[in-house]
């Protein structure tokens, strides 16, 4: 896209308030425009190819699919169109998301200002992150050899690789909470996260990868 060319914009989010506040703030920008929004990931992945805007403003948690996949998809399918994920998680899904061919990751609680600049900057080719996920991804980069030789699948948390391992063994969620003495949605929410880090579609594709990398 050119200078002069307004960049077109597709928000993907479940929160109607957060729509309508991200909405209000980028059609108030001159060189900005809305052109549709979706409330799940495969709304998003749709209307991306229908629509082909500049960016998709990519939330991670939102039914059907997340935001991994839908970025996964749009990328597979429409190279050309950029993603910024825009989330609450504060944590190494930033790296599922790169994986995915993302090319920003902003936390919601992010200034205005801060918001704009990212969609410029992803618009125009650049990538960019906040500053604390900068942070971890120069750490992570930093240490890539050491944790590649301790541990598979350094993008998950501690008692994500637990209840992978255990996934990986045949547990169903209701067995892990009780192996694990948690609640069923904690670890369902456990679950999707490792699916949305790992990539993978479902169960059955998490056990395999899990026990390729020897678990369970």
Do not use: C, W
């Amino acid at each position: 896209m050119t200078e002069n060319e307004a960049i077109r914009l597709l928000i993907a989010d479940d929160h109607p308030v957060f729509r309508f506040g991200l909405r209000a703030l980028l059609q108030g920008e001159p060189g900005m425009e809305v052109v549709g929004e979706a409330t799940t990931g495969r709304e998003a992945v749709d209307m991306a190819l229908a629509l082909r805007p500049d960016v998709v403003l990519m939330d991670l948690n939102m039914p059907e699919f997340n935001g991994i996949e839908a970025t996964r998809r749009i990328r597979s399918d429409a190279p050309e169109i950029a993603v910024l994920v825009i989330t609450m998680f504060d944590d190494d899904t930033v790296f599922a998301a790169m994986r995915a061919g993302a090319r920003g990751y902003l936390l919601k609680g992010a200034e205005g200002e801060e918001t704009l600049r990212a969609v410029r900057a992803v618009a125009h080719g650049e990538a960019i992150f906040s500053p604390g996920i900068a942070d971890r991804i120069m750490d992570y980069f930093a240490h890539a050899s050491s944790h590649a030789n301790s541990t598979p699948f350094p993008e998950l948390t501690e008692r994500e690789l637990e209840v992978l391992t255990l996934i990986a063994q045949g547990l169903t969620n209701r067995a892990i909470a009780n192996r694990l003495v948690l609640s069923e949605k904690t670890v369902r929410n456990h679950v999707s996260n490792i699916f949305g880090k790992l990539q993978v579609a479902d169960r059955a594709e998490a056990i395999v990868r899990a026990r390729d990398a020897g678990l369970g």
